[in-house]
């Protein structure tokens, strides 16, 4: 009887993976056939609604299909930097868009450089004589960033602008540590490579503070060039530095004293803010109070496809983290991002590369692996150009060397030429509970790295000599490509990251621009006419399924305490230590489980969305072993 039972459960196991594939393959067909026609034609006229309901980044992650059909994921939408910039720029020139509307309410953000970006594609809009609206309950920097691009900024009368400017506070290990009796033992070279510091000590180093306050520093310099040049009016030093005195002569009225300092033109809610946008792209053809005719981001950006015509330029893009192996998208996986390269370059249909950097580094073996096939494109003779995003540090600077001409921006976090190792043992901790390991050996390296009764003297010395060797090799590498000396590249690097403005000149980045002047240059460098050739996006297509899930999650966009917090600048405030502590775990979680040798800045800030606080609790949990 046991046997037919299992055999039973047996045959209702198969049943139920044949009914589950079943009903994957019916909406696989659904979804094929729904998708199976031409990109849609746009046929009404209105505004363009750009409902940055998420954040912007340059590779968007893969959806998991467990995660969002559970509910388990973030819920944080992420929007293609290149996508958002190709609708505005057709806005610009299609007579079927009267306007642009930036709606704010929910922006999560982005790096600072990929926001300039989308704010010269605003620019390039009112050029054309069309208006741009922005409208949001609250904005913070990256938010009104955007906004102060546009030609009217709308305020909610309840909100405020609140802006922090960058910097903030970092979560340091080592109390918690000692307290747990676990020994993070450090193997790092840089002067400046401050990623390890949590774990080291309680508080910054004074060279890790003058570097990470020079960062900072050059960023909100950076930042109030960009809202000075876009909204001249904008008294944003005042602002910043006197909304208490001004708040009080205003009982409060944080949005009348951002009117006031010019920081927006108009305030009004969302009916309010309707009807004037109708005055100029027509009223909503269903007569609901505060309509206007629109046209949703997702369907523009369907009906303008990317260029395909004239020679292909190849861009390779590696975002995120580095990691060794495969990976999906949003994160870049050594071998995932190898393969791409080099199946591409099989097909010999790519004139010139573009390496599309925008990563904080991470693994030295996936970084390497990734230098290695784009040093396979440069021995086909391929020019190398690499185009840096928001961050291009450590193992991102690493990919960056074989490029014949490296662009950035002013803002770009770039630098971070350091290397580091972490490997926590626990022979204190079993210690506290009253536990003890022994065992035996034949060589010196035997059972190494030993956890559990601390690494040997021989196991130290050997990563030491390894982090060091890689270091010299990096700045090696650095010296080669940049034509610096390696005591020039050694007093540079040392793990001190770089605002881009300062990498120019130092020599670190060659030129400014973004990814269409990198095109150009790639372009030109292979004696080929820059207008007469096209991008070609080097990336894995996503399957139906996660391509379904992203149909899915776009409908289903956050609503509920999310949506009233993204809403509430106050609320926003609240909850930002929230945020900084779950990235703050993450990273350690970061360090402690990647790579023993690893090339990553963790003081680069980033684009990430916030992780939730309950995954960021069982990443805490799990770092320290009580999970």
Same mark, same amino acid.
């Given at each position: ?228 040049? &876009?909204? %001249?009016? +904008?008294?944003?030093? #005042?602002?910043? =530095? ?5 708040? *009080?002569?205003?009982? !409060? ?49 369907? &009906?303008? %496809?990317? +260029?395909?015509?004239? #020679?292909?330029? =190849? ?5 995120? *983290?580095?990691?060794? !192996? ?302």
């Amino acid at each position: 009887m046991r046997i037919l039972r299992g055999f039973w459960k047996l045959l209702v196991g198969i049943k139920d993976a044949l009914v589950l594939l079943m009903m994957l393959l019916f909406f696989g067909l659904i979804y094929a056939a729904l998708s199976a026609k031409p990109n849609p034609a746009v046929t009404t006229t209105g505004a363009l609604l750009v409902d940055l309901n998420g954040a912007i980044v340059e590779q968007p992650s893969s959806i998991d299909p467990v995660a969002s059909l559970t509910g388990s994921s973030s819920g944080t939408r992420e929007f293609r930097l290149r996508d958002v910039v190709r609708a505005l720029d057709a806005a610009a020139s299609d007579d079927k868009a009267k306007a642009v509307v930036l709606d704010l309410d929910r922006f999560s953000g982005g790096g600072q450089s990929a926001i300039t970006t989308v704010g010269e594609a605003i620019d390039k809009v009112r050029r054309a004589g069309k208006p741009v609206l922005a409208y949001a309950t609250g904005y913070s920097d990256d938010s009104y960033q955007l906004a102060a691009h546009a030609s009217e900024v709308w305020l909610d009368p309840m909100g405020a602008v609140l802006i922090a400017g960058p910097g903030g506070t970092q979560l340091y290990y080592k109390g918690l540590l000692d307290k747990l009796g676990v020994n993070a033992r450090v193997y790092r070279v840089g002067q400046f490579k401050s990623a390890v510091e949590p774990f080291t000590r309680t508080d910054q180093s004074p060279e890790a503070r003058a570097a990470n306050q020079a960062l900072v520093d050059a960023l909100w310099q950076n930042w109030q060039g960009d809202i000075a040049k &876009a909204r %001249p009016k +904008a008294k944003v030093a #005042d602002y910043v =530095g006197n909304a208490d005195k001004m708040a *009080e002569a205003t009982g !409060g009225d944080m949005a009348q004293i951002a009117l006031q300092a010019g920081l927006v033109d108009k305030l009004g809610d969302r009916l309010a803010f309707g009807r004037r946008v109708a005055e100029i792209a027509g009223a909503a053809s269903d007569g609901q109070p505060g309509g206007y005719q629109s046209i949703s981001l997702d369907n523009w950006t369907a &009906a303008h %496809p990317e +260029a395909t015509s004239g #020679d292909a330029i =190849g861009v390779l893009t590696i975002a995120g *983290e580095i990691v060794d !192996g495969k990976a999906p998208a949003g994160t870049a996986g050594g071998d995932t991002v190898s393969k791409l390269l080099l199946d591409e370059l099989a097909r010999n249909r790519i004139k010139a590369l573009v390496v599309r950097v925008d990563s904080p580094g991470g693994s030295v073996s996936a970084s390497e692996r990734i230098r290695g096939a784009i040093l396979e494109a440069k021995r086909m003779k391929l020019p190398i150009v690499v185009s840096m995003g928001s961050v291009a540090a450590s193992g991102g600077y690493w990919v960056s060397t074989p490029a014949d001409r490296i662009f950035a921006e002013p803002s770009t976090i770039t630098g971070s030429i350091g290397v580091f190792g972490i490997i926590p043992t626990f022979e204190k901790s079993l210690g506290k509970i009253g536990l003890s390991a022994d065992g035996v050996k034949t060589t010196p390296l035997t059972g190494e790295p030993d956890v559990l009764r601390g690494t040997s003297a021989e196991f130290d010395r050997l990563v030491q000599l390894g982090v060091e060797n890689t270091y010299r090799r990096f700045t090696g590498l650095v010296a080669q490509s940049r034509h610096l000396t390696p005591a020039r590249v050694d007093e540079i690097g040392q793990g001190r990251v770089w605002a881009g403005g300062i990498a120019h000149q130092i020599g670190l980045v060659d030129q400014f621009g973004g990814l269409d002047e990198a095109v150009a240059a790639a372009a030109k460098l292979a004696k080929l006419d820059p207008a007469k050739v096209h991008p070609l996006f080097i990336e894995k297509q996503p399957g139906w399924l996660s391509q379904l899930l992203a149909e899915y999650t776009r409908k289903d966009d956050s609503s509920g305490d999310s949506d009233a917090q993204a809403r509430d600048p106050y609320l926003r405030i609240g909850t930002r230590p929230d945020w900084i502590l779950a990235g703050a775990i993450a990273d350690a979680q970061r360090i402690t489980t990647g790579a023993t040798i690893q090339a990553r800045c963790l003081s680069c800030p980033g684009a990430r969305p916030p992780q939730p606080a309950k995954q960021a609790a069982r990443a805490l949990l799990g770092m320290v072993g009580l999970q």
